[in-house]
């Protein structure tokens, strides 16, 4: 059997960035493919799904995602919206985004910050521990002022601390609603980035300083969102209404030649495609991702399979025996 011969192609767009709640940056509209595995031996007949990741970051995906959500539990997050604390709300909608992330390929760390910050919880693989996950998002309290500097930080080292998984791409989602010291904020994206995280998108619920947030995701590399309506951020988070990275739509054309308009993806830009059966030779995926203007990006997937061994064996045995019975007919 010989080995997948696997090309990924990425074609990037300079684009300035709308969502369906509300958003502002300028990025590189990226899409790429997570998996499978490029170098693994694929075989006719095989069931595939490939999935990939779409953005406005420029980011192209690696073989999965750590992801820290920076969450405020400052005081203020205790102030009734639409019947349910703004501190409900995030954790509603946190929790709805870690259910719509792909288990096999994503693990989690939870931080809370106030005054100060607290890791909740740890990068945790969802394949093994979402419960954990879920659970330190419920314990998120609503006390104390709003150092949104003092969660990048603390995020910045669980991202790139030991518990980081080579390959993958490291990203916070950070969320508030008050008020911050803005250069103190700019200076720990920058230092984070500096230090290997690949994106820090901003979510900005009712009250928060606009310049403020912006200027954190300016600086990681991310994308701003103003979620001015809170009964659309569980929507925005799992993906169903806009998402956090900037995209508007991904298209994609399979192996057979068939057409899948606006698949589905989640709150960060992941998309699974359906079953597919590969054929002999060349399989081939192509990803097409646009933002709100209209700009895109293009990736490409070629996976090769080829026949079982048992097919040689069969093969070779039939040629045997159709060889011993021409040299009978002419003995």
Same mark, same amino acid.
């Given at each position: 059997m010989t080995k997948i011969i696997r090309q990924w192609l990425v074609v990037s767009a300079v684009a300035s960035i709308g969502l369906g709640v509300s958003s502002t940056s300028i990025a590189a509209v990226a899409v790429s493919w997570t998996g499978p595995s490029p170098l693994a031996t694929y075989?006719?007949?095989?069931?595939?799904?490939?999935?990939?990741?779409?953005?406005?970051s420029g980011i192209i995906g690696g073989t999965g995602l750590d992801l820290a959500l920076v969450l405020d539990s400052s005081g203020s997050m205790s102030t009734i919206n639409s019947g349910k604390s703004r501190n409900a709300w995030l954790e509603e909608a946190s929790a709805a985004l870690v259910n719509a992330l792909p288990v096999d390929s994503t693990s989690v760390a939870v931080i809370d910050f106030d005054s100060s910050a607290s890791l909740l919880q740890g990068l945790t693989p969802l394949s093994s521990g979402s419960a954990s996950v879920l659970s330190a998002i419920t314990a998120i309290d609503a006390s104390g002022g709003t150092a949104i500097d003092a969660g990048i930080d603390r995020a910045s080292t669980e991202?790139?601390?030991?518990? $980081? #998984?080579?390959?993958?791409?490291?990203?916070?989602? @950070?969320?508030? !609603?008050?008020?911050?010291?803005?250069? /103190?904020? *700019?200076?720990?994206?920058?230092?984070?980035?500096?230090?290997?995280?690949?994106?820090?998108?901003?979510?900005?619920?009712?009250?928060?300083?606009?310049?403020?947030?912006?200027?954190?995701?300016?600086?990681?590399?991310?994308?701003?969102?103003?979620?001015?309506?809170?009964?659309?951020?569980?929507?925005?988070?799992?993906?169903?209404?806009?998402?956090?990275?900037?995209?508007?739509?991904?298209?994609?054309?399979?192996?057979?030649?068939?057409?899948?308009? $606006? #698949?589905?993806?989640?709150?960060?830009?992941?998309? @699974?495609?359906? !079953?597919?059966?590969?054929?002999?030779? /060349?399989? *081939?995926?192509?990803?097409?991702?646009?933002d709100t203007l209209g700009n895109s990006a293009t990736a490409e997937l070629i996976l090769t399979a080829v026949p079982e061994p048992s097919t040689y064996a069969m093969l070779g045995l039939g040629l045997v025996l159709v060889g011993c019975a021409y040299r009978r007919r002419i003995a």
């Open positions: 075989s006719v007949g095989e069931i595939v799904n490939p999935f990939g990741n779409a953005n406005a991202l790139t601390g030991s518990n $980081h #998984i080579d390959g993958r791409t490291q990203m916070m989602v @950070v969320v508030s !609603d008050g008020e911050s010291n803005r250069a /103190a904020a *700019v200076a720990s994206a920058t230092a984070a980035l500096g230090l290997g995280v690949d994106a820090i998108h901003t979510v900005g619920i009712p009250g928060h300083n606009v310049l403020t947030m912006q200027s954190i995701a300016t600086a990681g590399n991310g994308i701003y969102t103003n979620a001015s309506d809170l009964t659309s951020l569980v929507d925005l988070f799992n993906g169903t209404a806009g998402n956090l990275v900037g995209i508007d739509y991904v298209d994609v054309t399979m192996n057979d030649g068939s057409f899948i308009s $606006h #698949i589905a993806i989640d709150g960060l830009g992941n998309f @699974v495609l359906p !079953d597919a059966t590969l054929f002999f030779g /060349a399989n *081939v995926f192509t990803a097409v991702a646009y």
